[in-house]
């Protein structure tokens, strides 16, 4: 649905923005800008650009003052750093649905819990059943996590046919999936460990844990502090992707000034502004004031988590896309690619597995009365989109590129994520259209 328009539209430059803005309101907006960077990336891998788009990635990128350099390529600043920063609104998204959304209650909390556990051990034991005794078993973390942005993109498109309540599960299930994900990431895909910056890096956490309890809620006080906190894990060996999770878990969740304070003190101060007057340094001064109470009204971790959507949205995962989905077919037949050991393990782990554990681990929680049945949706509804959270993407990626570093191995994995996500998008979407209440259709 899309936001009311708060400003009057009367400048020049709207009528262009118009059809911009439109598409970022769109809910399926940043899943369609993300399969056409997926697109962008095997047409550039792929075409007589092929040794430039690859080259570009490994352009060496200098950070830092002194003595003080960091030096990496830029697909590493891309996967290490931007990404730091996806997962830091993935936390802050783990951290509201617990407090405030369908993770705080118990009894509504339970399907989607039970079925994304369902959904990260199946496609796990069966990538291992179809690897076990290769060398590429230690890929098996690839075909657990859901794309949120994909999945929720595929569930837009059916508008109002797909219920609220079924749009509410996959959002959760798939917000639980990349706290697997995350742990899944700093277990088992965390190289040699530097005792001594992982030392100074929770010394960080422990200073931003502090800031929380003191009621510090400033904005700059976090990002600075976190900055450091993702140095110390750059330098550390455990990923530093889980620096961002780490930091979204010390951002206060309190507002300075309650809901009854803000509307008794916003209306005075609308009060007092004079409409017409020509010396309108009062009315300034009451705009100025609102927007200092409408800060202190709203919690940081929401206003961090509203200021940095649209970024992760609309640039991170898209830049993320183009520089990792590139994967140069042209040595190798796609059927070739799509039949080696580690495709076939995640094809069946994503595509297979993760509609058979999401669907029977939520059927067993509904009949033995742990959790309840979505409101309005059936059981169809939900097998689609169990068939949905096969769409693995993102994580997936970003995973694999953990997993191997023979990129010749990484090709092969990149071909079976995105073949396995594309089978279990356009299948999920078929079902869940079919699934659609008659009147609905019509």
């Known amino acids: 649905m899309a936001s009311p328009q708060l400003l009057p539209s009367n400048r020049p430059v709207d009528g ?18 993300l399969l056409i960077m997926a697109v962008a990336a095997l047409v550039l891998a792929n075409s ?31 996967n290490d750093g931007l990404m730091a920063i996806f997962f830091f609104l993935v936390g802050l998204e783990i951290k509201r649905e617990v407090l405030v959304g369908e993770l705080s209650s118990p009894k509504q909390a339970m399907l989607p819990i039970l079925a994304a556990v369902g959904g990260m051990a199946v496609p796990a034991g069966l990538y291992v059943l179809v690897t076990g ?39 959760a299930l798939a917000i639980i999936d990349d706290l697997g994900a995350v742990l899944v990431i700093a277990i088992f895909y965390t190289s040699q460990i530097k005792m001594s910056a992982l030392l100074i890096g929770f010394g960080f956490f422990a200073l931003l844990a502090l800031g929380n309890r003191l009621g510090i ?40 000034i309650d809901e009854v304070s803000f509307r008794d003190r916003a209306r ?10 020509k010396d309108d340094r009062k009315n300034q001064e009451a705009v100025q004031a609102l927007e200092i109470l409408s800060k202190g009204a709203e919690t940081p971790l929401a206003r961090m988590e509203h200021a940095l959507h649209g970024w992760v949205a609309f640039f991170i995962m898209p830049v993320f896309a183009l520089a990792n989905a590139g994967v140069d077919l042209r040595s190798v037949s796609i059927l070739d690619a799509l039949m080696h050991p580690v495709a076939l393990g995640i094809i069946a782990g ?79 979407y078929v079902l869940l259209k079919m699934a659609a209440p008659a009147e609905d259709k019509a």
């Open 350 to 428: 994503l595509f297979v597995g993760k509609q058979v554990g999401v669907a029977i681990f939520s059927w067993l929680a509904i009949k033995l009365n742990v959790a309840e049945m979505p409101k309005g949706v059936t059981w169809k509804q939900l097998y689609g989109v169990a068939i949905l959270t096969g769409v693995g993407f993102t994580m997936s990626l970003f995973i694999a590129g953990l997993s191997f570093g023979d990129p010749e191995v990484l090709d092969r994995a990149k071909t079976g994520i995105l073949f396995a996500s594309l089978l279990a998008g356009v299948c999920g």
């Open 268 to 277: 005075g101060f609308l009060d007092s502004m004079v409409v017409g007057e």
């Open 48 to 78: 007589p650009l092929s040794k430039a788009y690859f080259d570009t990635l490994m352009i060496p990128v200098t950070a830092g003052f002194g003595d003080f350099l960091i030096q990496k390529p830029l697909l590493l600043w891309i």
């Open 217 to 256: 809620q400033k904005t700059s006080f976090y990002v600075i502090l976190g900055i450091g906190l993702w140095l110390a894990f750059l330098k550390s060996g455990v990923h530093a992707t889980i620096a961002g999770v780490l930091l979204a878990l010390t951002v206060p969740a309190r507002r300075r």
């Open 133 to 171: 005794g290769t060398p590429f078993v230690t890929g098996w973390g690839i075909p657990m996590a859901t794309d949120i942005a994909f999945a929720l993109g595929i569930l837009a498109l059916l508008g109002s046919r797909a219920p609220v309540a079924l749009k509410i599960f996959l959002t």
């Open 16 to 33: 262009l923005l118009k059809p911009i803005n439109a598409f970022i309101r769109m809910e399926a907006s940043s899943g369609i800008l």
